[in-house]
């Protein structure tokens, strides 16, 4: 596969690059800080908080709604919808379904982060949901990917144990199947439709240190949809807003404690123009 | 409405100004201290980490006692008790009943913390635990209080789409009838017992962009009401603290991140003397 | 009882003291580093996050599977096994029985950390816990040792009011009964197998100012048993690690909020070498 680099350069043609970006970022960007959009998460135990914080700093307005009472009902007011499988429980699980039926019926856009797929209970979990209606995004690490989709080795929880590369045909009938982009998260990025293929190539390995960074991303992706027509956009715009934050904080610490903290403050402080200019997003030929 | 200013001034007038505060913060504070008051917590699954350490900074301990087996008997011993609605589920909501009806007959103080009043079925899970017995003090911004009173817009999770003063009219009448006081959050806060109204105006816009700092402030207010027998001075030594360290640790931060962590550790550095010289604590004329 | 150093000294006999060591700290952590054991935490929603993050930056790699329908499955897979109980509920309490069971089955160690033993409910879950296969390790103040052998005053939630050292007999007969380790936290930590003690005497206050400290040392225990074969070196490698890097985190840091930062940093910074020196871990005379 030959990668054409249709993002910035490093070679002073910023023009041009601009203009050929393939995704408008800073205009994704800004439309989530202009419209502050409401995302309903449905998320684990284990990352509740931190994925609120990085949606409070980008910009976007979080509400944990996970209890089957309530689920659908905010489902269908919400900008975005996040469900993560992380620790599902039977109570949540249900009203994990009954708010992908709500989100999918008003026409919401919602986000499946099938967290750790490969465990048969979650997983039927998450084939309930995309059951329920088309989700506008799924994300996952290569082996979730695979295990969603049938083809599973099994993973270890949430480490992968496939290449992002091994699950790319898999992403692309996935997003085929559910009319939705499929994000593939690894060292490089792989986000489709289907059909295109984008990458973003920015980030840090403690990216893998803290936990929720990926569970973040799957939040921040709902955020982006709320307020980006194109899911593959969203998708991407998201994954370059946390990576290009993320080289940001690697750079000012010295251990994942501290990059933590600097990742929150950095969701806050890069420009749209920063994220256009240094986001290293790529279009693969098809 | 006219200020009145009787807590410290900018003029001078120092001496007197102490002479005349409304409330005796630096006595609360010591008294937090000192006694090292039990707070038991039934809150939420996104905040309960944060505020654990926001009452360990603060001085008092917590215990996140929430299940149905145990909460009553918990609410019997504990010095003051916090119900937060945050992510309710059936057993954790009927863990919020019980503790509620222990600690009204066992005379312990607690707080309902009704986040995200206007959903029908938590706002059911507040009002029954307000029918099973006083509460010390009401929290809210003033959607919530709104809500609770059931006069409601409905809001959009925890921002409040109501400004203060709308709800201070509701705020009274809720403290009448519960016998309590009433806090409504907002850039100035407002606490009432029906009769007399404080305000406190100090703190700083990134208490919004921290999840948990609201929901902490409950938890704080059930650590003072532990120790301070009136429940506005409780409220509002809480308030007062939480606004004075936000103060301070907004100074020293650059964006939510590191404020998040600047203001546990001003929780744990503001010294009672300076919480009297600092916090903005006003009585509104009737 | 008679202190004997058997670890490094002050005196300059460095050489002797390393030959001396009661145990292999350095080699404890590089195989902790190397061979990345996933560690399977039945936790509480309090310290999830941070625990979660604890096990990262140290080397180990977490997974929350604290469903029932999950739960034995993974402990059939798991390195180690995590079960606290710090905020039990019915439908996790179930998936705690049915880890315990399966890890002792599948002959992987797992880790009883019965927070606030003592309250009568969760009592019983960690000694039906116990009856369903001897653990590797159990860790807990002096409170809960005493509580969860049946001879408790009830403590008040995670507050030992008992010395440690009141607690050091009743460990002993607990780690007779089942076959393991028993770790008592304290000023001075003291872990034993029934038969030898040994200390670590590093570490600071505030870690108990901040939540989940003492919570992430049961996540990582499990994390070292899965791969240091003797239970009472894999609990003292694992206190000591976390002690030495809360002095060096303390050092650095003016209050609890930075240093719960600091302290993650930390247990990714501190070398094998480093851990070696500067434990201070003694074996007590018989």
């Known amino acids: 596969m030959t990668d054409v680099h249709m993002a910035h350069g490093t070679t002073g043609t910023i023009d041009t690059a601009t203009t050929e970006q393939a995704v408008d970022l800073a205009g994704a ?39 089957s009472h309530e689920a ?27 708010a992908a039926e709500s989100a999918a019926t008003h026409h919401n856009p919602w986000v499946l982060d099938p967290v750790a797929a490969g465990l048969p209970w979650r997983t039927d979990v998450a084939r309930n949901a995309l059951a329920a209606g088309d989700p506008a995004i799924i994300r ?39 009319h939705c982009a499929v994000a593939i998260s690894g060292p490089v990025d792989h986000i489709t439709d289907g059909e295109r293929v984008l990458t973003v190539s920015n980030g840090h390995e403690w990216m893998t240190r803290v936990t929720g960074v990926g569970c973040s991303l799957g939040a921040l992706m709902a955020a982006f949809a709320a307020v980006v027509p194109n ?37 806050y402080l890069v420009s749209p123009e920063q994220l256009a200019a240094e986001a290293d997003v790529r279009a693969l030929a098809a």
């Open 29 to 67: 960007l800004r439309a989530v800080r202009d419209n502050n959009p409401l995302v309903q998460c449905l998320t684990n135990i284990v990352v509740a908080n931190f994925t609120a914080n990085v949606l409070l700093s980008a910009g976007a307005s979080p509400a944990m709604v996970d209890n």
């Open 72 to 98: 659908a009902d905010f489902a269908a007011i919400a900008g975005g919808v996040l469900i993560n499988t992380g620790t599902p429980y039977p109570e949540t699980a249900k009203a994990m379904l009954l």
């Open 140 to 178: 996952g690490n290569a082996s979730e990917i695979i295990a969603l989709a049938g083809s599973s080795s099994g993973g270890r929880g949430t480490d992968s144990t496939d290449p992002v590369t091994a699950a790319l045909a898999t992403a692309k009938q996935l997003a085929r199947t559910y």
């Open 231 to 267: 899911p593959v956009d969203a998708a991407t715009a998201a994954t370059a807003l946390l990576c290009v934050a993320a080289d940001h904080a690697a750079a000012e610490s010295r251990a994942p404690g501290s990059f933590a903290t600097a990742l929150v403050d950095q969701l």
